[in-house]
């Protein structure tokens, strides 16, 4: 079945960088683009980007613009999103979600989610 | 961009009741050469990432239980749970996918009375 998998929790300084990673199976990893989206505690979903696993294409949201880089190897059918200049406000449940059809659609499935702490 | 705006932000229904959410953006998410509203629908639970319950406005995802329905067209969406049942206590979401960037609604938190 369609799955991504994703790295375990992390903590990390302020102006630190972290890199978050999204294994994908069950399905043909450059066919679909992946997105990432970040959850604060207690917090709505805030929608970080795409990435277009095929061409390495990528869009930014443009609050997360010089600050975040999503990359993938396609090899291991794996998406990475890196943060780097960490702030508190960074602190965040991060999700990678991949667009559930080959044109603009909504996501499914989403991975697990990965527990980024910032904390001095 | 499109903002999207959920109300209410919580409700509390009995079990058995009928929950209504709403959601609404800022533009239209119809695309007209096909006539698809372009929203979708989620639900998330404590400790969970979301889930997607309903996609094109009305088009429930497989394995969704017949209870919960989607309408609307535009700029306004419903989200109806005709029958609340103890395990739909979740916050849900409205997503629209027309453009770049995509965005959600703040979320409902859906609550047993």
């Known amino acids: 079945q369609v799955q991504l998998v994703q790295s375990g929790a992390e903590v990390k300084k302020p102006g630190a960088s972290v890199e978050v990673s999204c294994k994908a199976s069950g399905y043909t990893f450059t066919d679909y683009y992946m997105h990432w989206v970040r959850q604060a505690p207690g917090q709505g979903l805030e929608w970080m980007g795409w990435m277009n696993p095929s061409s390495g294409g990528t869009y930014y949201a443009q609050s997360f613009q010089g600050r975040v880089t999503m990359t993938r190897d396609t090899s291991i059918s794996t998406a990475y999103m890196e943060l780097s200049r960490l702030t508190s406000d960074d602190t965040a449940v991060y999700f990678c979600?991949?667009?559930?059809?080959?044109?603009?659609?909504?996501?499914?499935?989403w991975g697990q989610g990965t527990l980024v702490t910032v904390s001095s | 961009d499109i903002v999207m705006t959920q109300s209410p932000d919580s409700l509390a229904v009995s079990l058995g009741e009928r929950a209504t959410i709403n959601c609404k953006s800022s533009q239209s998410v119809l695309y007209t050469s096909n006539m698809k509203n372009y929203l979708a629908w989620y639900q998330q639970k404590p400790g969970q990432p979301p889930k997607l319950l309903i996609y094109?406005?009305?088009t429930r995802e497989s394995g969704v239980p017949d209870r919960f329905s989607g309408s609307g067209s535009g700029t306004d969406f419903t989200l109806t749970i005709s029958s609340l049942q103890a395990e739909d206590v979740a916050v849900y979401f409205c997503?629209?996918?027309?453009?770049?960037?995509?965005?959600f609604g703040q979320g409902t938190k859906v609550e047993i009375k």
């Open positions: 094109w406005a009305s």
């Open positions: 997503q629209h996918y027309y453009t770049t960037p995509r965005s």
């Open positions: 979600a991949r667009e559930a059809t080959v044109t603009t659609s909504w996501f499914d499935p």
